[in-house]
């Protein structure tokens, strides 16, 4: 959280003014809810499973920058208490994570892309062809699925998180490169 507020958390006066103080208080948002969560969630959504520091500071800011833009219609100085529906609260809360924070069910980015961009269901011959290859295509993280879900059209936002939590509770042990359509 140091590398998106700009302070350390050994000076507390100046991290806490400036974490109020970015993106409109959005971020504090961020932070209180990371706070919140279970063990797991926490590390999900600050990408503790992830590998590599690089990449987990990266997806980490990936994060930060798309929570800010999707809380834009949230206005913290007019309804400090009002928090938007449908947003990344409701999104952790409903990702299933192992104990490490690694997410589980099915974890294929172009599984959830292709899911997210249809409500047709597929071809049983076509969506083995078109099953995801993990290893190629990644792993889903909490910065990609809000990328996917929360930035989307904003009517749009709560029909993603219904399919995220609906297909992460029907399949909670598919494996990796499953083609599950959810």
């Known amino acids: 959280m140091e590398l998106v507020v700009g302070e350390k958390t050994d000076k507390p006066e100046a991290f806490i003014a400036a974490l109020f ?3 409109g208080g959005h971020l504090a ?7 919140e969560l279970d063990a797991p969630r926490r590390a999900f959504a600050l990408g503790l499973w992830i590998q590599g520091d690089r990449a987990r500071r990266d997806r980490f800011r990936a994060l930060a920058s798309t929570i800010h833009s999707t809380l834009g219609e949230w206005d913290l100085r007019q309804s400090p208490f009002a928090r938007p529906i449908d947003d990344i609260a409701w999104m952790l809360l409903n990702v299933t994570v192992g104990v490490d924070g690694a997410p589980r069910g099915p974890v294929d980015r172009q599984l959830w892309g292709a899911n997210f961009d249809s409500v047709d269901v597929p071809d049983p011959g076509t969506a ?6 993990v290893d190629r295509d990644g792993v889903i993280d909490a910065a990609w ?12 936002r709560k029909p993603r998180l219904q399919q995220l939590a609906y297909g992460l509770r029907v399949f909670p042990t598919a494996a990796r490169g499953s083609s599950a359509r959810c």
């Open 145 to 156: 699925l809000a990328e996917r879900v929360l930035a989307a059209d904003p009517k749009e």
């Open 21 to 23: 103080a970015a993106d």
């Open 128 to 133: 083995l062809k078109e099953a995801s290859n």
């Open 29 to 35: 948002y961020l932070y209180d809810l990371i706070g």
